[in-house]
């Protein structure tokens, strides 16, 4: 039996609806998910467009927006950073274990060292500070020739 070309992108697409629907119904508790290894080079942009999370990313953008603290439970600086024109990420910054960058402001640069977790909206940094406990790998945050972690 021969499928016609419209019958294959149908079921094509329909895979592809099935596929996106299971991952929203996905857990967001990202704590003890194992690292997945991304080779170096690999951009925020990629893991977005393979909706790849627990991946180890360094990069650099423009802050778009400073946001308030999110103040429940263990306390994170957050902004959205512009990595390129189409693109942005929320950063989370721990502010219980690494200090707050201090004097941020819409438009400053800032490079970036910690786990990318994947969402619709454009996806999340975080981990961006030293792990005392030695089960995560350690990253940071540079703004003003300053290294956060």
């Not at 704590?31 to 627990?54: C, D, H, R």
């Amino acid at each position: 039996m021969s499928l016609g070309r419209k019958s294959k992108n149908l079921l094509l697409l329909l895979f592809a609806a099935v596929i996106y629907i299971l991952a929203q119904k996905g857990d967001m508790n990202f704590n003890n998910a194992p690292l997945e290894y991304i080779p170096p080079g690999t951009t925020v942009q990629k893991a977005f467009v393979n909706q790849q999370s627990n991946v180890q990313i360094q990069g650099k953008g423009r802050v778009e927006k400073v946001l308030r603290d999110d103040t429940e439970g263990l306390r994170h600086q957050k902004f959205i950073l512009e990595i390129s024109s189409e693109h942005t990420v929320l950063v989370a910054h721990n502010i219980d274990v690494a200090p707050r960058l201090s004097g941020l402001r819409e438009g400053d640069s800032v490079e970036f060292y910690g786990e990318y977790e994947w969402t619709a909206k454009g996806g999340v940094i975080h981990w961006t500070h030293l792990d005392s406990s030695g089960q995560h790998v350690d990253g940071w945050l540079k703004y003003n020739g300053k290294t956060y972690q």
